[in-house]
């Protein structure tokens, strides 16, 4: 089963920082990596996919990145919408399996 | 527009059943797989069962193999989650979310608003 290990767990930022969330995969996957935003009380939402584009609607101030076994999702320029949790998620293979989340606190 | 109505949720005894329901509509659920997600209270994300556009895939969690059943009517537009043996460690709100379109699992581009399911005596 593949492990995936959100970093960081939580971090507290300003509007406008650059932001960066790594998820790192217990093995090599191709680009089967997705990233959900979760706001108090409310549904994840989809975010961006490895393996396509954004999803409409979502602002071009995020974006994701790939180096071996390591997933990144970058907000250029955090705006006050974006708190919340986010989640990565592999669906390489079964059992799916997501990251432990990481709390963005404005 | 997609929509994903989970329903069925509750106060259970541990070892009691519960029988969830997620009625979609607004996309041909035919053609889609579909999953059940959960979140236990405070905690991150965990996935369930998967099951696909036909119904003749099957995936479950370890955590709950053998205890929950995964099922769909496309004719009914509905997907279900039989729920067996539950444990208090099962308390959690459950997601319905379905998969993107494409072979193999893909993420979850739409998510139900979820049902809570609580198991205490």
């Known amino acids: 089963a593949i492990q995936l290990t959100q970093s960081p767990s939580s971090l507290s930022t300003s509007v406008g920082d650059r932001v960066t969330i790594t998820c790192r995969a217990s093995?090599?996957?191709?680009?089967?990596l997705a990233w959900y935003q979760q706001k108090p009380g409310k549904s994840p939402k989809f975010l961006i996919s490895h393996a396509s584009s954004l999803d409409d609607g979502v602002p071009s101030r995020f974006s994701v990145s790939e180096s071996g076994t390591d997933f990144t999702l970058t907000i250029s320029s955090l705006q006050p919408e974006d708190f919340g949790t986010y989640y990565c998620?592999?669906?390489?293979?079964?059992?799916?399996?997501f990251g432990g989340g990481t709390k963005v606190e404005i | 527009e997609v929509q994903l109505v989970e329903s069925g949720g509750g106060l259970v005894k541990p070892g009691g059943s519960l029988r969830l329901s997620c009625a979609a509509s607004?996309?041909?659920?035919?053609?889609?797989?579909m999953d059940w997600v959960r979140q236990a209270p405070g905690k991150g994300l965990e996935w369930v069962a998967s099951i696909s556009s036909g119904g003749g895939y099957i995936y479950y969690a370890d955590s709950v193999k053998g205890r929950f059943i995964i099922s769909r009517d496309n004719a009914k537009n509905s997907v279900s989650l039989q729920m067996k043996s539950l444990r208090v460690e099962d308390t959690a709100v459950y997601y319905c979310?379905?998969?993107?379109?494409?072979?193999?699992?893909?993420?979850?581009?739409?998510w139900g608003q979820g049902t809570l399911v609580t198991v205490s005596s």
């Open positions: 979310a379905r998969e993107g379109y494409g072979s193999g699992p893909t993420e979850f581009d739409y």
């Open positions: 607004g996309f041909g659920l035919g053609n889609y797989s």
């Open positions: 998620q592999q669906f390489d293979s079964y059992p799916l399996s």
């Open positions: 093995q090599v996957m191709t680009s089967t």
